[in-house]
C-alpha cells in the first residue's frame, strides 16, 4: 500500500506542513527586536516541523513516533488547533477530540465534576446534553468520591482517567492523543484501548507514544518524525525499525529513508569491521574480573546492532575476551530481562551442550548465535557474561556486561499469554455419556 498517496476519504490532509519558533540568546532581545525601527531580527528560527504532508481516512488508526524533540506534539497541536503553522496546509472533516497535554482543558480550582461541564461546554455542548451522558464518564473514570475535589489535588492517573473519559463522551471524528494512555494502570490502559477499538469503525485515532508493544498492535499505520521531517509512513513493524536507526544515528536525512531499502535481511556486513565493536561502559561491568569482555557486537537478521528483532530472528554475538592467564573451564553466557529487570529466558555454553571451552593468555573472540522466540512485544535487554567453573551454579562469575543489548519485539499483532505461549496438545473433546457406554 502507498500511504503517501491522497486518500479520497481523507478526514485530515496535510500539505507542506512547517512550524517555527523564535529562540531568543536573552530575554531582552524579544523587547528589542518587537521596538526595531529598522526591523532588525534578534532571533534564530528553530523549526519544529519541516515540509511535513501526508492524509488520513476515515477509520484509521494511526500511531505517531520520534524522539524526543522530533516534532510529534507539536504535529497533534496543530491538528487539533492549539497552536497555528508557520507555512503549509492543514485541512480537517469533522468534530475533533484530544488528550495532549496531561491537565489541558481543566480549570485546577473546580471540581472533576465542575471541569466535565467546563470541557464538554467549550466543545459546544449543553448542561442538558452532558447531564445525559453524566453517569456513563463517571463509570468510565472510576475515581469514586474524588470526583467532587477539585483536580489540583488529583493524581496524574486520576486526571488522565477522568481527562479520557470526557473526550470520549465527545462522540469525536478524530481523537488525538499524546502519550495519555502511558499515565494509568495497566487495567485502565487495557479499558482506553478496547474503547478506542470501538472508535475505530466511526472515528480516526492517531496516538503520539513511546510505547512500540500498544501502537504495533493497534495501529495498522505508523508515522515516523526525525528533527520535524517525516521520515517514514506504512507498515508498524517497518516504522519501528526506523526508529530504531534513528535513535542508533543511522539515518541521516529523508532521502536515504525514501529510498526503499531500510534494511536487506540477507546481506550482514562484515563482522570484524572495527565500527561494529561497542565498548562497556564502567557502570555496566561486575564480576571478579580476572578476565574482562573488552568489547562486544552483535547483529540481527543480518544487520549490525540491529534492535528491532521478531519471532525467530536470528542473533549473532561476538565478544572479544582479554586475560593475563589462559583458562580450561570457560562458560559463556547470555540472559535476557524484560523492561521491568524480570528475566525471560538465557543460557550457557555449558547447559546449551558445547561443554567447557579453552580460553587462551591474551586477546580472544568468541561468537555465537541465538534465535530468538515467541515473547510478549515489549523492550528487552540482554546481559552478557563469561565466567570459570565446571558448572554453572557454582561458577566463578569472571565479567558480566549487564543490559548490552537493548532490543525492541514486535510480533506483529500475535496475542502473547503471559512472557511467552506453550502450544496445547493431545485435545480431545468427547461427550460424557459416551464415555460411559
Not at 536573552?26 to 525601527?37: G, H, T, V
Not at 565500527?275 to 537478521?301: E, H, R, V
Request: proline residues 3%; contains cysteine; charged residues 25%.
Amino acid at each position: 500500500m502507498n500511504y503517501r498517496q491522497e486518500k479520497e476519504n481523507w478526514v485530515i490532509r496535510v500539505r507542506a506542513l512547517s512550524k517555527e519558533y523564535p529562540l531568543y540568546a536573552a530575554k531582552q532581545d524579544k523587547i528589542r527586536e518587537a521596538f526595531s525601527f529598522s526591523g532588525r531580527s534578534f532571533h534564530t528560527a528553530f523549526a519544529a516541523l519541516r515540509g511535513v504532508s501526508f492524509s488520513i481516512g476515515k477509520g484509521e488508526c494511526v500511531g505517531l513516533i520520534g524522539l524526543n524533540g522530533a516534532g510529534k506534539s507539536t504535529l497533534l497541536k496543530i491538528l487539533a488547533g492549539v497552536l497555528r503553522p508557520t507555512g503549509g496546509e492543514l485541512q480537517t472533516r469533522g468534530r475533533i477530540s484530544s488528550l495532549l497535554e496531561l491537565g489541558a482543558g481543566f480549570h485546577p480550582e473546580y471540581t472533576g465534576r465542575e471541569n466535565i461541564f467546563l470541557s464538554r461546554s467549550l466543545a459546544g455542548f449543553s448542561d442538558r446534553e452532558t447531564k445525559a451522558v453524566l453517569e456513563e464518564i463517571l463509570s468510565f473514570a472510576d475515581i469514586g468520591r474524588f470526583i467532587d475535589q477539585p483536580v489540583k489535588k488529583y493524581s496524574s492517573g486520576m486526571f488522565v482517567r477522568l481527562a479520557f473519559a470526557v473526550a470520549m463522551s465527545v462522540s469525536p471524528d478524530i481523537m488525538l492523543i499524546d502519550e495519555a494512555l502511558s499515565v494509568g494502570d495497566i487495567f485502565f490502559q487495557k479499558k482506553c484501548i478496547a474503547r478506542l477499538e470501538e472508535m475505530k469503525a466511526h472515528a480516526t485515532v492517531i496516538i503520539a507514544s513511546h510505547d512500540m508493544n500498544t501502537l504495533t498492535k493497534f495501529c495498522g499505520r505508523i508515522l515516523v518524525l526525525s528533527r520535524g521531517v517525516l521520515v517514514y509512513d506504512g507498515e508498524p513493524r517497518e516504522a519501528v525499525t526506523c526508529y530504531c536507526r534513528i535513535r542508533q544515528g543511522e539515518v541521516e536525512n529523508r532521502q536515504l529513508m525514501e529510498s526503499g531499502r531500510l534494511l536487506d535481511p540477507e546481506r550482514e556486513e562484515p563482522f570484524s569491521a572495527a565500527k561494529n565493536w561497542q565498548y562497556p561502559k564502567a557502570g555496566q561491568l561486575s564480576g571478579k574480573m580476572d578476565m574482562k569482555i573488552a568489547a562486544f557486537a552483535w547483529t540481527c537478521d543480518g544487520v549490525p546492532q540491529g534492535e528491532t528483532i521478531r519471532p525467530g530472528s536470528l542473533l549473532h554475538f561476538r565478544l572479544l575476551i582479554r586475560t593475563d592467564h589462559a583458562a580450561q573451564d570457560l562458560i559463556i553466557g547470555y540472559q535476557v530481562l524484560d523492561r521491568h529487570g524480570t528475566e525471560v529466558f538465557g543460557e550457557t555454553s555449558l547447559t546449551s551442550g558445547f561443554g567447557l571451552t579453552t580460553l587462551k593468555e591474551g586477546e580472544s573472540t568468541a561468537e555465537f548465535f541465538v534465535r530468538w522466540p515467541l515473547v510478549r512485544d515489549g523492550d528487552y535487554f540482554i546481559t552478557l557474561g563469561i565466567g570459570t567453573g565446571t558448572a554453572v551454579l557454582s561458577q566463578t562469575e569472571q565479567c558480566w556486561v549487564n543490559s548490552a543489548v537493548h532490543l525492541v519485539n514486535v510480533t506483529g499483532g500475535t496475542v502473547v499469554y503471559g512472557l511467552f505461549n506453550r502450544a496445547m496438545s493431545g485435545l480431545q473433546v468427547s461427550n460424557v455419556g459416551e464415555d460411559r457406554e
